[in-house]
């Protein structure tokens, strides 16, 4: 599975961002999802989707101002990001996976994209 992520940029406090990640190669997918990493910062996870039931999950983080969604029709995941604060700057990666989402335990994909850089100025 190839991923490619599109739609970072820099932004001011308040405003939204869509982030896009396409897929392709073998794009058997039992879940996609998104993390990021800020500067002198280990990678986090954002918000993950189950590719089949379109089950989400959130990091506290962003929850209630994030939405993770998915066109199967275009292999694409989706994640909409509202009321964007400076702290939200990091490289934001997608990934996918070949389990479902919620995982048993940790989330780890087997499957990254290259980063997008998301700049929120305030």
């Known amino acids: 599975v190839q991923l490619q992520a599109f739609g970072g940029g820099l932004v001011q406090a308040g405003d939204s961002l869509r982030l896009s990640c396409a897929a392709s190669?073998?794009?058997?997918?039992?879940?996609t999802g998104w993390f990021r990493q800020a500067p002198g910062k280990d990678r986090e996870f954002v918000a993950a989707?189950?590719?089949?039931?379109?089950?989400?999950g959130y990091a506290d983080s962003v929850k209630g101002r994030s939405t993770i969604s998915r066109d199967k029709n275009k292999v694409t995941v989706f994640l909409h990001m509202n009321e964007l604060k400076p702290e939200d700057t990091a490289v934001y990666y997608c990934?996918?996976?070949?389990?479902?989402?919620?995982?048993?335990?940790?989330?780890?994909?087997?499957?990254w994209g290259q980063g997008t850089q998301v700049t929120v100025s305030s």
């Open positions: 990934c996918a996976s070949k389990d479902p989402f919620p995982p048993r335990s940790t989330y780890n994909p087997h499957y």
């Open positions: 989707i189950n590719w089949n039931s379109g089950n989400t």
């Open positions: 190669g073998r794009t058997f997918m039992g879940s």
